[in-house]
């Protein structure tokens, strides 16, 4: 029996031993059937897998039988481990160590193997025809010259390929479909065929591959608005920075592109210091903790108001309030998933650090897109050393040449031929080695209420002389700039001084503290008689209204407009002046919905 075949045999043995086959929850897509020039194609490109499985297998290097068997055993007794329920974690912990130190042992004999990239173009052809299936190649290509041609295009662009490989491949396999919403992302923008915004169309396009044309033209619209809101600089800065794997997890998969412009706009207008947060655990998901207060999800029955406006107004329990954060993280390009738990709905998203798990609890409970939360972190992880990754794809493209079932996504480290978890392990390595760590959880005590244990930093901003100045303008018109109050003058746990998108300050009254606070201003009005006074605005809640004092006697009560997210001016109300020195006060009724101010006006009648 020669070396190779007790190789062969080994496998065999752990793949049954193991239960390594992996069985898809999800229902097998019936196939359709193929014309005649459907089974041609099917033939050629079966024909091209075949020859390139057959080179690959003949430059496979032997491994160790000894080793072999030792890390078997070693990954037998931690699997055992961590399936019981009664097992330590340091005996987990111990199991998983010994079984890497095990892989370690082979992976150092095959190093030299997977850090060469000279047989790259084979493997990479070889591993997408594999994962795409020549069945599935076949029946999209069938459809006609232009699917066809798409087919060959892709198949002989090695440079493509890689890209498309190291960037986790197209969903379920749909390379033909990923292709198509590439390429007509690229005829619909100028800027799509290279840098940012190419690594942006290809991860889109490989994350939604789409055969409905409704679907796929609604994702170039929303590639395009990006692409414009990017150039307008309503992107945040880290946009730019991410791979084509990262630009994967941008474009929301069950949100509306309405929804996104509309999320963009209020937030810009209603908190720009969420936009602004330097800690990028609660760059914009903050909305949530400020304004999206747990309970009961309800809609507003005959309301035209969108599901994601709702949640806004009417609060919500996890799941509406994980939908809002997803929005507001990718509505301005950054990469988010969500995250379901047992009884719970979460959701997680991409810093400079590395992903974190928001509003939940830690990443080994929850699940995603048929992964994980721990199969999906570790994979975080090791990306953060490109080098080193290749390594883990070559080896993964060695176990599709040789027909190697997957690592089981759902079932951390389990599953899967020899060769893919060896790349399993191999990630496990870089982490271990770069001493890697993973980034705190966000806002875990939130997940089911609206009170943090852990106290919040008060942000303070700088406000210019000329934000606080009263104008009267020739017209007789009073300016009054929310900053101009003489209390407060900064930043409390319920007033909250903030730079405006576009210049100026603005003021949010929110949710937060027990008691209201007071905001006062003092006028001299350059003529007595009757004004009318309004309020530039936002609100995104509806039924509210403030209260206005007159020199501690006139009491007034103010409207609230809803605005949807939107500046709007209140209905004016007609005040009394005398010529001279006038306080104003002002306050919003409990329970305190959010109110964002830029500036007050009392405009003389008959103006």
Request: aromatic share 8%; glycine share 8%.
């Amino acid at each position: 029996m020669t070396r190779r075949i007790r190789i062969g045999m080994l496998c065999l043995t752990f793949t049954v031993l193991m239960g390594l086959c992996h069985v898809s929850a999800a229902k097998k897509q019936p196939e359709a059937p193929l014309t005649a020039q459907g089974e041609k194609l099917l033939a050629t490109y079966a024909q091209k897998l075949a020859s390139l499985k057959k080179e690959i297998v003949a430059s496979v290097p032997g491994i160790d039988e000894k080793k072999t068997v030792a890390f078997l055993a070693a990954r037998t007794a931690f699997a055992k481990a961590n399936a019981s329920e009664d097992a330590k974690p340091e005996v987990v912990k111990q199991a998983e160590a010994n079984a890497l130190t095990a892989a370690r042992a082979i992976l150092a004999d095959v190093d030299k193997f997977l850090t060469s990239d000279t047989r790259d173009a084979r493997l990479i052809k070889c591993a997408l025809l594999a994962n795409a299936t020549p069945r599935g190649l076949a029946e999209f290509a069938q459809r006609g010259k232009k699917q066809e041609a798409l087919v060959e295009a892709f198949l002989g662009d090695d440079a493509l390929m890689k890209q498309m490989l190291e960037a986790g491949g197209a969903n379920g396999g749909k390379y033909g479909q990923s292709m198509d919403l590439y390429t007509e992302i690229q005829k619909a923008s100028k800027h799509a065929d290279g840098g940012i915004f190419q690594r942006f169309a290809l991860g889109s396009a490989l994350h939604y591959p789409k055969d409905d044309d409704t679907e796929r033209e609604v994702k170039v619209k929303t590639y395009l608005n990006y692409e414009k809101a990017y150039l307008d600089g309503e992107l945040d800065p880290a946009f730019k920075t991410l791979t084509t794997w990262e630009y994967r997890f941008i474009i929301p998969q069950q949100r509306s592109l309405e929804d996104v412009i509309w999320m963009r706009k209020m937030l810009r207008n209603y908190r720009p210091d969420h936009i602004a947060n330097p800690d990028y655990k609660w760059r914009y998901i903050a909305i949530v903790r400020s304004d999206v207060p747990y309970g009961p999800a309800r809609r507003i029955p005959g309301s035209e108001l969108s599901h994601m406006q709702q949640i806004l107004v009417v609060g919500g329990s996890c799941g509406p309030r994980a939908f809002t954060g997803k929005l507001s993280t990718a509505a301005f390009g950054i990469p988010t998933r969500g995250a379901r738990q047992t009884g719970h709905a979460a959701m997680s998203h991409w810093t400079p650090d590395g992903w974190t798990v928001c509003l939940g609890a830690h990443w080994r409970h929850n699940w995603w897109d048929g992964r994980c939360g721990m199969d999906f972190l570790l994979e975080t992880q090791a990306r953060e050393n490109p080098q080193g990754y290749w390594q883990v794809l070559r080896a993964q493209w060695i176990g599709d040449a040789l027909g190697e079932q997957k690592v089981n996504g759902m079932r951390y480290g389990t599953g899967g031929g020899l060769w893919n978890v060896l790349a399993f392990y191999r990630k496990i390595a870089i982490v271990e080695d770069a001493k890697i760590a993973e980034v705190a959880l966000t806002g875990e005590e939130l997940a089911e209420s609206n009170v943090s244990t852990k106290a919040e930093k008060i942000p303070q901003v700088e406000i210019p002389e000329a934000d606080r100045k009263i104008t009267v303008g020739r017209d007789g018109v009073i300016t009054i700039p929310v900053a101009a109050c003489a209390s407060p003058t900064k930043s409390t746990e319920k007033i909250r001084f903030m730079k405006s998108i576009g210049g100026g300050i603005q003021l949010h009254y929110n949710l937060a503290g027990k008691r209201p606070e007071l905001l006062r201003y003092t006028i001299q009005a350059p003529a007595a008689g009757k004004y009318q006074l309004a309020a530039r605005v936002v609100t995104v809640t509806v039924d509210r209204s403030c209260l206005l004092r007159l020199n501690r006697r006139t009491l007034l009560d103010i409207a609230l407009p809803y605005t949807c997210g939107m500046w709007k001016d209140t209905k004016p109300v007609t005040v009394a002046l005398k010529e001279g020195r006038t306080t104003l006060d002002f306050t919003c009724r409990a329970s305190n919905k959010g109110l964002t101010i830029k500036h007050f006006t009392l405009t003389p009648l008959g103006k």
